[in-house]
């Protein structure tokens, strides 16, 4: 299909089987990103490969926008003010950090051919949910996100990073409203020099972070206090090996094993860490042969367990494979690439429908939240840093983190919305 003009963008040839925004944007690995609706009917054929909504993240120096058909990525971006360079120089510069975030190297529809041929529960959610490739996210707005999503929800995550922008950092550029889309203020995320003062601990409190706001604070306050460029010192750690790289991402307050390896997996281009959480461990016991019980304690022994095993079935890019798995288990997804049900076969839907993915069974109407190892890696320009015996686990967004203890306000809170859900 060819690709449609869309006005002020650029657009780069790119099938939605290498990148899906809708997916990749939405599965919980970056929070920051918003999705603002597109007015459709204007185009001159509405039935066109036209985008429906417009995607927006805001950079230090600039907000990129995207938009996505079947065929093609669209971007622009807004500065504050006329920038120095020309409009060639500026669009090839977010072109580059495209490219760089999106990994756009790495091949991603071979990487899903390969995994189908060994592994048959991988080839049949890989149609549903295609174009899931990890981001390569800034390694400071990383940590933070992930110190946010301890025992929470990828929601409430957002909702944690957005007050952070919000409240430390200064408005960039405003965009105006235009009818379907209110006026909107866009926040570059905070820097570690922003958030190390202890008055951000109280701050951060007051916004509902929680016990989460001390480690926030401690953490820009201890990177700031070792490192004169503490970014640059988080990026560094993507030269070094994974043992490496998690022995120092462990002395940050609020960063325990599964966390770190998230940031790892995420941020510092270690593609085989596998993160491990409740539904991934199921889908290890239930579908890849793993001898433990359905439900048990997570130990350190058992987390090494469940990463091992599904290294073993995915290889070296074996994180960029489970996050397809893990996007098709979250409830949030239960109606994702399934065609919209008439009324009259939504109305006849029964409750115990199962899922399209082969992980678990859900309620149709509910929306929420052993083969060898891979051939080399399947990257285009850029080797992956991988390595293989150090395949170790890692907490996702949406996962509590079992070494952080509620506070007792939020056990009851907990307690109170467990006894909700078991009303009949």
Known sequence: MASVAIPGFRSLPLSIAQVNLSAVLKCGQSFRWRSYPLDT??????????????WRLTLNDRVVCLRQTSSALYYRSLYPSSPSETTEEKEAATLTWLRDYFQLDIDLERLYEEWSQKDPIFKGVKDRFNGIRILRQDP??????????????????????????IHFSPTLLVVPGDGLSPEQAFHPFPPPEALADPSVDNKLRELG???????????????????KDPQTWLKSLRT?????????LLELHGVGPKVADCILLMSLDKASIVPVDTHVYQIAVKHYGLRAPLKANMNPVLYAQVAQKLAGVWGDYAGWAHSVMFTADLRSFADFGLPTPS?????????????????????????????????????????ANVEESSTTITATAVVADETESLTLVERIKSRRRTRTLLKP
């Not at 992930?146 to 929800?153: D, E, P, T, Y």
């Not at 480690?215 to 306050?221: G, L, P, S, V």
Request: proline share 8%; glycine share 0%.
């Open 240 to 248: 070094k090996s994974i043992e490496e790289a998690r022995e120092a």
């Open 140 to 165: 400071w707005e990383n940590v933070v996100s992930f110190i946010c999503s301890q025992n929470n929800h990828i929601s409430r995550i957002s909702s944690m990073v957005q007050n952070l922008c």
């Open 209 to 227: 972070f929680g016990y989460r706001a001390k480690y926030i604070q401690k953490t820009a306050a201890l990177l700031c206090e070792r490192h």
């Open 343 to 383: 009324p009259s076969a939504a109305a006849s839907s029964r409750d115990d429908t199962p899922s399209a993915t082969p992980t678990k069974k859900r309620k149709a109407t509910n929306a929420d939240t052993n083969t060898s190892t891979s051939s080399p890696p399947l990257k285009r320009d850029r080797k």
């Open 41 to 54: 009917t204007t185009t001159p054929e509405p039935e066109a490969d036209a985008p429906p909504c417009e």
